[in-house]
């Protein structure tokens, strides 16, 4: 990983964030209680192909038998708060107040999305991520039933892929994404790769539309 301080060493706007993952670049802060942020941008760059993911068997007879409700652009502070919570999921987060007072103005300005999972009134899974162009960066996603996330997952995918998107950003890979058909890309190939998913526009919202993209690979 390699950190940057130019061209984006100003004041933080959600503009400045737009400008960054537009380059290729990505902000993180130390933890939770770090008031500063950094930007990174890896040698190697974890995505998910969309034409590629995997879903085992286990969950594609979860994802045809479970109760819960799939919801999107609900409820984004519930959603960050619980990715910014350390519990199961994580030991601790990289998430702090200014990464959740940016991303919640793009959240208001239709850039950042939320994909939840609710069982009843209880939110029990989810992720969120910015869109720009055709390509989704996923942030962070969280889980309080088994399997809510990888339930939160599969949705977005499918979502992309009725919309037309080209590039499902993961910033790294862990075994978690690979056992999804997460892989990692040389630097150069993931900027030629976002270079032309911000040359077209992807339809968040297709679904919504009666789209719907091809079937995921078992």
């Known amino acids: 990983m390699s950190r940057k301080s130019d061209p984006f060493a ?5 503009e400045l964030i737009i400008r960054a993952y537009q380059a290729g670049i990505f902000p993180m802060a130390e933890d939770a209680g770090s008031p500063d942020l950094f930007w990174v941008s890896p ?7 969309l034409e590629a993911f995997h879903v085992s068997r286990s969950l594609r007879k979860r994802l045809k038998h479970h109760n819960f409700s799939i919801l999107v652009d609900t409820d984004f502070e519930a959603t960050i708060e619980a990715c910014a919570t350390a519990g199961v999921d994580r030991e601790a987060t990289w998430i702090n107040g200014t990464i959740r007072r940016l991303y919640g103005q793009l959240f208001e300005r239709g850039v950042c999305h939320t994909v939840e999972v609710w069982d009843g009134n209880d939110l029990v899974g989810g992720l969120y991520g910015l869109s720009l162009g055709a390509a989704f960066f996923g942030e962070s996603m969280f889980h309080r039933r088994t399997d809510a996330s990888k339930i939160a997952l599969a949705h977005l995918v499918e979502r992309l892929r009725a919309g037309g998107y080209r590039l499902l950003d993961t910033q790294f890979v862990t075994d978690h994404l690979r056992s999804f058909g997460g892989i990692e890309i040389a ?5 030629a790769r976002l270079a ?3 040359a077209t526009e992807g339809d968040f919202f297709a ?12």
């Open 10 to 14: 100003l004041d933080l706007t959600p």
């Open 43 to 49: 040698q190697h760059r974890g995505i998910l192909p």
């Open 187 to 191: 630097r150069e190939d993931y900027e």
């Open 196 to 198: 032309e998913a911000l």
């Open 207 to 218: 679904l919504e539309h009666g789209r719907k993209g091809p079937p995921a690979t078992g």
